[in-house]
């Protein structure tokens, strides 16, 4: 039986970006998914502000929604984006860690759907959402 939960781990630590972003997968399995990514001053979009940029997020949220779908049930194989909406809805709290969760809800026979969030510490408001469509590929 195929482990689809170390894959996702292995592919997840094996991209070069995600291991510049510092991303840590935290929690994995039946289709969801949590990473962190800490704060990181090199990851700041703005000087003035100390906000993180929208791109580090896009990434986070990105690369969680991947491993939401790897580790669905239903879900054979890799996987990789075909559309993914970011809906941004405040910045990033300077300083803060921030943890993408995201949820595969459902799959077709090509393609699976995902929602995902993003937040800092404050956990009652949210920094981005996102939905999106990813490739649902064999073995």
Known sequence: MVD??????????AIPHARALELELTTIG???AAITMPYNTELVGDP??????????????????????MSHPSAPGGTATIDLRIDYMRAATPGQSITARATCYHITRNVAFVRATAMDEDQDLLVATASGAFTVEGL
Do not use: M, N, P, Q
Request: glycine letters at 14%; hydrophobic letters at 45%.
């Open 4 to 13: 689809k939960v170390a894959i996702a781990r292995r592919f997840i630590e």
């Open 48 to 69: 003035r502000t100390g906000v993180i940029h929208g791109g580090a997020v896009f990434t986070a949220l990105d690369t969680c929604c991947g491993a939401a779908v």
């Open 30 to 32: 039946d289709g969801e």
